[in-house]
């Protein structure tokens, strides 16, 4: 089977010194950091070259879109796996954004179907989870998109067949997953080996061909590429400790941690976390966008996912200043009493999309029913929670829709935009962290019908649930046949817990950080029962994903995005680095603590308190320190 792999050259982010920042402008010179092949594309390469080893005569193209240095990854690559590359390149294509990146990778793809593979269609296109400078995770499904072709997302492992089997990560659990036409897309996440450079194939990768390709020789729409074909626009990038949701307080003593824990634990009232947001006020202006505000209701269960709820809340005052109604939109096979939970939690009316072929999650045929329905009532504003469902679906959406997209973002709000002879009357201005974290950039939806935005869980507040608000519920007609499908999945495991971590007011989590089963035991356990004895309070000890994996709990007590979604009073965080999918989890949490050994973990950017410092030491300490401190209170 043909195999095209789609690779970028990204910034190095996990070296951006210290002089690359423009404190002035707030923006970082890009000029000053290092190129590298984006790292997460690595897996992609492993995984085409075991998918295409063993058939003489698969071919393997590697395409990447940049500036002619972009060369450099494609040797790279070619050094790491035989084959050929396209080099896409052209002035015009500066600027893009996600949309207009995909449109022209696609042109792409269609002239390396039609000329280096001869028209045939059985290939894959695979390529990384997301790039680490935009970690927007839209372009792939968005050319899926373009092309009309299925996309299979976090792709950890597959079985050659046939037939093909798609081992991958999804909102509910691990799927098997068959794809039931060619071409298909995957996105492989880090769960294979990287493949390294040989000596030989470096020499070989210099003599290999690399085709350079312009937009006109691709046939891309001049009006569709480079920032005339963006939807949406950068308008302010700024340094993330401006928006650093905390700022933390590091300490050395664990006594005295202990102590300011149990102080600010005392001092802060139960729940009284205020949306400090005040009003948008339109003051009789004209606004720029008209229509509802919609949130896109992802089911969980019999109910419905908790970012959802999160996102009616924040919908709901963003919709106040505005004047307009807030729509949730449904889509399943039956809606069961999710409608009134819906209206519950702030949606005005609920637009039902019922069939069974939307039993579960295809996304196309997700796609199809709720597009059709945003093509036809035109709301201004479209949220999705940023789940792995979430940024799978959304870009589809947006890009059928031909509306800008905005992913992953910790704020949203409503205001007015003038430069120049631009003039923006109460639109949504999109704040998410880019490059690795290192920038925060706000976004604003350009030449655009509608402003849509993915959302991280955990950044809002559920709302609290009104069982007496009045709502309508619209049932849409949906219109979709055997053609709209294209994935078969089959359950492998469930993400479902067994039991609720939510309801606790102290979590004590535990990461990779620990070095066993016993040791996780040892002193997590303890701890949480000290700070339940000293602050009077229900506690659960917790896990990150590689905590689960490594065997130490059981999935039932993961924390992030493909965990549960907590709000505890207090969190503590042990040897857990601080990735964005834990972060997802928990970053509602009101007092957050962390402990680990290295000081630029990046747990501590969210964390209250901190200490740098070995488990092994500090936790002990801080044992005995509740213990202490418990003693003396009573
Ligand atoms: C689709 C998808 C969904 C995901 N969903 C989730 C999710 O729901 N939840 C989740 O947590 N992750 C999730 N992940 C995985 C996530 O990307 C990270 O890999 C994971 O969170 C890392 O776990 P960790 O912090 O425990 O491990 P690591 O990243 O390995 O960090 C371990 C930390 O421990 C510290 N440490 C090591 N030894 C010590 C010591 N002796 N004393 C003190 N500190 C020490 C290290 O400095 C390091 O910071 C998901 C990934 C994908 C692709």
């Not at 993330?240 to 650093?244: A, G, M, N, Q, T």
């Given at each position: 089977m043909d195999c095209i792999v789609l690779v970028k050259q990204v910034p190095d982010v996990s070296n951006i010194p210290e002089d690359a920042w423009d404190r002035d402008k707030g923006t970082l010179r890009r000029a000053m950091l290092d190129s590298v092949l984006n790292p997460l594309d690595l897996h992609a390469l492993t995984f085409a070259s075991r998918l295409t080893a063993g058939d003489p005569n698969a071919r393997t193209v590697f395409l990447t879109m940049g500036p002619p240095m972009a060369r450099e990854v494609l040797v790279e690559c070619l050094a790491r796996v035989p084959g050929e590359a396209v080099l896409l390149t052209d002035n015009a294509f500066a600027g893009a954004d996600t949309g207009a990146t995909a449109y022209s990778l696609a042109c792409a793809i269609r002239r390396i179907e039609r000329e280096l593979f001869d028209g045939r269609r059985d290939y894959l296109i695979v390529t990384g989870m997301q790039s680490v400078d935009g970690d927007t995770a839209q372009v792939p499904p968005q050319i899926a998109e373009e092309l009309g072709i299925d996309h299979i997302a976090y792709a950890k492992g597959f079985q050659p067949g046939p037939p093909l089997t798609i081992r991958r990560i999804a909102s509910e659990g691990i799927e098997d997953v068959h794809p039931l036409r060619r071409p298909v897309l995957v996105t492989v996440t880090a769960c294979t080996e990287p493949l390294y450079r040989s000596f030989a194939r470096e020499r070989d990768a210099f003599a290999a061909t690399i085709h350079e390709w312009n937009a006109r020789s691709v046939d891309a729409d001049p009006a569709r590429i480079g920032l005339k074909g963006s939807w949406t626009q950068v308008y302010r990038l700024f340094s993330?400790?401006?928006?650093?949701p905390k700022t933390c307080e590091h300490l050395h003593d664990p006594a005295e941690l202990v102590t300011r824990i149990a102080e600010r634990y005392h001092a802060a009232a139960p729940g009284a976390a205020p949306d400090a947001e005040a009003a948008y006020r339109l003051d009789g202006r004209e606004p720029t966008y008209r229509g509802e505000l919609w949130v896109f209701a992802e089911r969980e269960g019999d109910g419905v996912r908790s970012v959802s709820l999160e996102l009616l809340g924040k919908a709901r005052r963003l919709a106040e200043g505005l004047g307009e109604r807030v729509g949730a939109v449904l889509p399943c096979d039956a809606a069961g009493d999710r409608p009134a939970q819906l209206i519950a939690a702030g949606a005005d009316v609920v637009y039902v999309l019922e069939h069974p072929l939307l039993r579960t999650f295809d996304p196309i045929a997700h796609k199809h029913a709720i597009s059709d329905l945003v093509c036809e009532r035109r709301p201004q504003v479209m949220l999705f929670g940023a789940s792995p469902l979430g940024r799978e679906l959304a870009p589809r959406v947006a890009y059928a829709c031909r509306c800008g997209l905005t992913a992953d973002c910790t704020r949203l709000e409503i205001g007015d935009f003038a430069k120049g002879n631009v003039n923006r009357v109460g639109i949504l201005k999109q704040t998410r962290p880019a490059l690795g974290g290192n920038v925060m950039a706000t976004i604003m939806t350009t030449d655009s019908p509608g402003q849509m935005a993915t959302v991280r869980p955990g950044v809002f507040k559920v709302p609290t649930l009104d069982p007496d608000r009045r709502g309508e519920i619209v049932r849409v007609p949906v219109t979709l046949g055997p053609d709209d499908v294209g994935l078969e999945a089959v359950p492998v495991e469930s993400f479902a817990s067994k039991v609720s971590i939510r309801d606790a007011e102290v979590i004590v989590a535990g990461g990779h950080g620990f070095r066993s089963r016993s040791d996780f035991e040892t002193y997590l356990r303890p701890l949480a029962e000290g700070f339940g004895r000293l602050l009077g309070a229900s506690t659960r000890v917790a896990a990150s994903r590689m905590a689960v994996e490594d065997g130490f709990t059981t999935h039932d007590y993961q924390v992030g995005q493909t965990g549960q979604t907590v709000q505890p009073r207090l969190y503590v965080a042990i040897g857990i680095s601080g990735a964005v999918q834990h972060i997802t989890g928990m970053q509602g949490s009101e007092i957050v603590v962390a402990i680990n050994k290295d000081p630029k973990a990046r747990i501590f950017n969210y964390a209250d308190f901190g200490i740098v410092g070995d488990i092994e030491t500090v936790v002990p300490e801080l044992v005995r320190a509740t213990g202490a401190a418990a003693a003396v209170a009573s």
């Open positions: 993330p400790s401006e928006d650093r």
